[in-house]
């Protein structure tokens, strides 16, 4: 069982937007404003996508987005496209002796 | 461009050691805290350690289901990061990714990850 924990799946149709929450504790996302979204396609390497709650690398679209209340950390995709579709993964500091945690994935379908 | 690349993997008995190797450029290797995060097949994504870099002392955290038998190290002249593996279980198969991590929990960059197979 993962420490943050994330739903399964979502799915969404090209165009609409999603929501993929991760719920954590008060010992991690809650505590601390370091918390990281990947995406991840079959086969490849994770992509970071959004880091410290909010922040958006370069060459990342501004459909991504991030944002925390409490103890839950959200990503939003706005304007679904076909090259979404991938596991998200999301990641908190959680210090102590723990340090860091990733939530179980979520398998994002474009319909 | 940050490239990382990493070497070492391959199938081992449980109880054997190995040592994963990750060979950095595009960036200023010896400023840079590096971390390892590993994918057992079909799951999700661990945390394995982390180290900081020569100016913050290279400290070293790991999680605790590697603690005492995973141990990193730097090696800033080849800019290369290592993972000495020892006491292998069949739980750590995983595909091994070494990553930058500029801030806690904060994986910027990845390789292309090296698989580690234990099995008898």
């Known amino acids: 069982q993962s420490a943050l924990t994330q739903p399964a799946s979502v799915s969404g149709s090209p165009g609409q937007s999603i929501t993929i929450s991760c719920i954590g504790t008060?010992?991690?996302?809650?505590?601390?404003?370091?918390v990281s979204w990947y995406q991840q396609h079959p086969g490849k390497a994770p992509k970071l996508m959004i880091s410290?709650?909010?922040k958006r690398p370069s060459g990342v679209s501004d459909r991504f987005s991030g944002s925390k209340s409490g103890n839950t950390a959200s990503l939003t995709i706005s304007g679904l496209q076909p090259e979404d579709e991938a596991d998200y993964y999301c990641?908190?500091?959680?210090?102590?002796?723990?340090?860091?945690?990733f939530g179980g994935g979520t398998r994002l379908t474009v319909l | 461009e940050v490239q990382l690349v990493e070497s070492g993997g391959g199938l081992v008995e449980p109880g054997e050691s190995l040592k994963l190797a990750c060979a950095a450029s595009?960036?200023?290797?010896?400023?840079?805290?590096m971390s390892w995060v590993r994918q057992a097949p079909g799951k999700g994504l661990e945390w394995v350690g982390r180290?900081?870099?020569?100016?913050?002392?290279?400290?070293?955290d790991y999680a605790g289901p590697v603690r005492g038998r995973f141990f990193i190290s730097r090696g800033d002249s080849r800019n290369t990061l290592y993972l000495q593996m020892g006491s292998l279980k069949i739980e750590d198969t995983a595909v091994y990714y070494c990553?930058?991590?500029?801030?806690?929990?904060?994986?910027?960059?990845w390789g292309q990850g090296s698989l580690v197979t234990v099995s008898s």
């Open positions: 410290e709650v909010t």
């Open positions: 990553v930058t991590n500029p801030v806690e929990a904060f994986f910027e960059h």
């Open positions: 595009g960036f200023t290797f010896k400023s840079a805290w």
């Open positions: 990641c908190s500091y959680a210090g102590g002796r723990t340090f860091v945690v």
């Open positions: 008060n010992s991690d996302v809650g505590s601390y404003d370091l």
């Open positions: 180290i900081k870099s020569y100016a913050d002392g290279e400290t070293t």
